[in-house]
């Protein structure tokens, strides 16, 4: 039951992270955040391999006593809500800067590197967001030095380090301003001895 709750978190969150991305940009009238290819990376990064993880390691850990569907809107609505408002900024920073092209391939970057760190963010704890910006930091990094990932996907390097400078800071904001909403409301509450399952 942990892993399945894991998945749906990890898998709503991008939802409403894309879904309010596209509608913000699209309100804008300012071109799209991503193309279809850098789409696929996203997916496939944020979604797919972190899925298949969960579900294949999972974590032998109970369910709290909250109600399911408690669970999963705190996690995902200040999870997925913050990381679009992220990703929108980078965007518009890129789009006055650098033109629309790379503007797309800075958001890439920002929800792949985002997406990782909420995949980490389900098994919660501090170390594992650490190692989920470890992770996007090496994943992102390699990607473009591959070939085929860079002409399937349309992954190029950025133009200069202050560029993934400003991505590390948005996503760096997103991660502080979650983290003090999840003190503050947290998704799950603990679980005392002798405690009932969760409700739906």
Do not use: H
């Not at 998945?7 to 879904?19: H, K, P």
């Not at 948005?170 to 002798?194: H, M, Y």
């Amino acid at each position: 039951m942990r892993s399945l709750l894991e998945v749906i978190r990890l898998n709503l969150t991008m939802v409403v992270c894309s879904a309010l991305l596209i509608l913000g940009v699209r309100i804008t009238q300012i071109g799209f955040p991503y193309v279809a290819p850098q789409g696929s990376v996203i997916n496939i990064f944020t979604l797919t391999i972190p899925s298949l993880l969960l579900t294949v390691l999972p974590v032998a850990a109970p369910v709290s006593r909250t109600s399911y569907s408690r669970i999963i809107a705190r996690f995902v609505i200040p999870a997925g809500v913050c990381l679009s408002i992220a990703a929108f900024t980078v965007y518009m920073f890129f789009v006055q800067s650098t033109g629309i092209s790379y503007a797309q391939l800075a958001v890439t970057y920002t929800l792949v590197y985002g997406g990782i760190v909420v995949g980490f963010l389900t098994r919660r704890g501090r170390l594992t967001a650490l190692l989920g910006l470890t992770t996007a930091t090496v994943v992102t990094l390699l990607l473009p030095s591959i070939p085929l990932a860079s002409q399937l996907f349309r992954l190029t390097w950025l133009a200069q380090p202050l560029d993934y400078a400003i991505i590390w800071l948005a996503v760096a904001a997103w991660l502080a301003v979650v983290l003090v909403i999840w003190r503050f409301f947290p998704p799950e509450q603990p679980l005392s001895t002798g405690a009932s399952p969760p409700v739906p």
